[in-house]
DNA sequence: ACGTAAGCGAGACGGTACGTCGCGTCTTACC
DNA sequence: GGTAAGACGCGACGTACCGTCTCGCTTACGT
């Protein structure tokens, strides 16, 4: 594990290659606003990284991968967040009369997405990539599953299967989150998390937050 | 009249040019199915078609206008169910109390899903065009967009906008869809109607259909 | 033979035929002066013609057959006008002692080209064809051969053999035609044939008309 | 120096590139043997040259550019013999009664081609190409120019221009050689040459050599 | 003069070559 | 050891011509 950490040092540390690959990816996400993931190819990125062609696929397979490493550290960066100050915030909300409980991480994803509104307009509307969408519907559902797992509540048995409100649910957040970003953002990133929040609870068929609905069941 | 028939036959009626379109529309259709839209090259296309390469430029520019012209005729097709049988069918429905209303489209959208699934399970999976989706989405959008139009609902005030509500329900479509296609259609396609067209009317905050038609129940 | 004079009648004299002939000839000989010969497609021939492209094969394999067909013609004007008053010429000529005799045909040919000066420019140029270079210089190596055999001439036996002369000379008459027309014909074609003559006379080792060396032989 | 040298080893001398070309060159000679220039393609030259076809195009625009780089390789090397030994031999010659003189640079030509027949046979005939020929007999006439310079001969002012007899003879030393070469050259290349020089100089007007060396046989 | 066979216009189609572009691999020299 | 430079094989792209074909029309001809 020594060994490895010196191995991972000398692989991450050394500032060639983490400038090579942060050129890279500056790159890819400017070029993406600029024209479209699918438009973009390997030799765009390496010249507008100034960066030798070869010296991408010495880091990189192709655009994907490249793509890919970025969402994974994204991914890394968020969960960070929502560990780091998630649970209070999430508590503090719900003890917050005003302020309807939020799933915890969605707004740490907005106010990601916040910072390159762009870059997320263009991935999920026509010029994006299927890939990205669906992995991105998929960390939804699985957001929305763990969340529900967290839960006690009770579904309505006449009603549409669980995993068919859950491809519904975490398909439809892409869609608000298109709306919103189509739209220039007009409204803040708290109150599309809110909104969002309900609509999805909702759609699922979670009404524990809503608490007017409970009483119906007996 | 004998002219523009003539004029007509010439046009659209060569039989050439139709078995030619038909072919071609036949191999995209078969290899998305096969191996992604975005995998396919215009070569693979006319070899499956056994027409020439470049018989199909005199056709189409690209796979994407062959794709697109197939959709049109795909959206041509459903609309003439609509307009032919639609109404009458819709009409039934609402005085039928067994069975809810459902947005009109909806079941002849999913039946023709049902009659290509595997190439839809594709279309607007990974292997997908973004391109597809969003114009799937976006007629999803439209659909919605119009029966509002005809219904008097009311919405609340303090809620999330309707261009949000829309957005995110035409996406939800989508993810409903997928799961159904997904799951190898695990419910008949009026049942899937029925559940889509609640959750969407839920979602937007159209409670007429539902708040008629509980009370008759008991 | 009667019956063939019908077929040939009804084969060429078909108004319909003859003019599309004409109209390809023309449209090749004007695209030929203005793009050289290598460079015209059969789609260039037909659409200056104003006739459809499936009309071309009905004639014509290709624009070569074109060509040659059109040279055929040329031949057998040449050859008719030699016929009608080239004896008479040539006669003429060889007794006057002021003018030297010229090669019977070669007045003729100055005659014609001097007609399609810009044609046989750039054919017998750069953007010319190979063939026909071959086809113009076999037809003059003809006519030195045959005009050689009317001649009692002797050849000196130590000199370069008779059959290089003829390919040097037939050679040679095509630059100093294509000085001729690059430099916009600056003398008449009279004049040109008694240079050409001379020059030809002598590089084939022809002495007859010069008379003055003759005696040396002894 | 040693960077000139590592600059010129990268631009000139890297392997694989002389390689390529010199394969491609190859190719380009065989193919012409045996289909003629004009009917080989791209395809047929980089398959014979055992080459990828994308790989031609980094080196030229096309089969023409091939077959110029070709022949300016071979105008250095015809040129370079001539400066190293030339000027010897032709003073050998000159002052040897029994060679009659020789255009310098005629003899290395001639060599050259020897080593090229079946090449240069075909080029200069009706499957070769009008360029080719043209620049041949344009590098004939500068040769015959700059001879005639060098030397101090009287031109008859009533016999043909000199332009003319320039023209008219670097064309018929195409048909010289094309004789030598139709025929499977039947006599020695210095033979070749000092018969054109003979005709050449006549054609020309020069008597200057041949007035000189008559007098001396007896 | 008029009916008919031909010539013709229109254009789909299968081929083949073109020249360009992007990919991913590789080698060599520099730092 | 990372990088720049770039040759190379591979294969898709979209275009251009070629030569063949089918199908109506129209037009010059021959009775």
Redo the contacts between chains.
């Keep these: 594990m020594g060994l490895k950490l010196v191995q991972k040092t000398a692989e991450l540390e050394d500032l060639r290659i983490r400038r090579t690959r942060k050129l890279l990816q500056r790159a890819l996400i400017d070029l993406t606003v600029e024209k479209g993931f699918?438009a973009i190819t390997v030799r765009d990125i390496t010249e507008r990284a100034m960066v030798n062609r070869s010296t991408f696929y010495r880091h990189y397979l192709d655009k994907y991968q490249l793509l890919n490493e970025y969402l994974d550290e994204v991914a890394v960066m968020i969960a960070a967040e929502v560990f780091e100050e998630g649970k209070l915030k999430v508590h503090h909300q719900s003890t917050n009369a005003d302020k309807p409980e939020v799933p915890a991480g969605l707004l740490a994803l907005l106010k990601h997405i916040q910072q390159h509104p762009d870059f997320y307009r263009v991935m999920l509307?026509?010029?994006?990539?299927?890939?990205f969408?669906?992995?991105f519907?998929q960390n939804n559902e699985l957001h929305y599953r763990r969340m529900l797992e967290l839960s006690e509540a009770k579904l309505d048995a006449h009603?549409?299967?669980l995993?068919?409100?859950?491809?519904?649910?975490?398909?439809?957040?892409?869609?608000?989150i298109?709306?919103?970003l189509e739209?220039d953002q007009?409204c803040a990133a708290e109150q599309l998390a809110v909104?969002?929040g309900?609509?999805s609870s909702?759609?699922i068929g979670l009404h524990f937050n809503i608490g007017l609905e409970t009483p119906r069941k007996p």
């Design positions: 699918a509307g026509e010029k994006g990539d299927s890939a969408i669906q992995r519907r009603a549409a299967p995993d068919m409100r859950l491809s519904y649910v975490s398909c439809a957040g892409i869609g608000a298109l709306w919103w739209n007009p909104w969002l309900q609509l909702t759609s």
